[in-house]
Antibody, heavy 125, light 112 residues
């Protein structure tokens, strides 16, 4: 069974750094894109970016490039989303999700077929 | 960026009736390389992560009831629920994955 388990909720102050995680199991972690989706309170879904753990190829949303860093450690089947300096506007639920098609089927980022439970990040002074 | 625009923003439909949600992309998401539309649909219920319903614009995921169907090509797409059930109350999103990826703003579906 494919599972994505995310790290727990975080409460941070503006200017602090943060790294949240997403551990995959039940499939070959290296062979599927894994991405991050932001959902601000009461708002819709926002695609942030994806990483292919097999070779660390990373793609970002143009609107978010430079604001976050996506990484992965395939040896422990875990993807990460990190901030160097949080802002109040980063307050949101963050979901990780697996790309539905393996690289051998579709080489580009694609739909998300399995999702983590979400990590709530609250940034407040 | 490809901008995805859904309509309507919210929709109220009677139980057993048809629900139709539209999604329009700012440019075509039909790939000439494989003649497929790079579009997916998701359902999100309160307090839950999104659930994939359809990819390639019309390919239903395993386990998704057949009352859900996707259609369209190029820039105009539709998600249809043929006979609305109470458990279908949710927010629905389209997503393009033709160029990077973007979601539509969502459509809230309620019971009339």
């Amino acid at each position: 069974e494919v599972q994505l388990v995310q790290s727990g909720a975080e409460v941070k102050k503006p200017g602090e750094s943060l790294k949240i995680s997403c551990k995959g199991s039940g499939y070959s972690f290296s062979n599927y894109w894994i991405g991050w989706v932001r959902q601000m309170p009461g708002k819709g879904l926002e695609w942030m970016g994806v990483i292919y753990p097999g070779d660390s190829d990373t793609r970002y949303s143009p609107s978010l490039q430079g604001q976050v860093t996506i990484s992965a450690d395939k040896s422990i089947s875990t993807a990460y989303l990190q901030w160097s300096s949080l802002r109040a506007s980063d307050t949101a639920m963050y979901y990780c999700a697996r790309g539905g098609a393996p690289l051998v089927v579709l080489s580009s980022p694609n739909w998300f077929d399995h999702w983590g439970q979400g990590t709530l990040v609250t940034v407040s002074s | 960026d490809i901008v995805m625009t859904q309509s309507p923003d919210s929709l109220a439909v009677s139980l057993g009736e048809r629900a139709t949600i539209n999604c329009k992309s700012s440019r075509s998401v039909l790939a000439s390389s494989n003649n497929k539309n790079f579009l997916a649909w998701y359902q999100q219920k309160p307090g839950q992560p999104p659930k994939l319903l359809i990819h390639w614009a019309s390919t239903r995921e395993s386990g998704v009831p057949d009352r859900f169907s996707g259609s369209g090509s190029g820039t105009d797409f539709t998600l249809t629920i043929s006979s609305l059930q109470a458990e279908d109350v949710a927010v629905y999103y389209c997503q393009q994955y033709y160029s990077s990826s973007t979601f539509g703003q969502g459509t809230r579906l309620e019971i009339k």
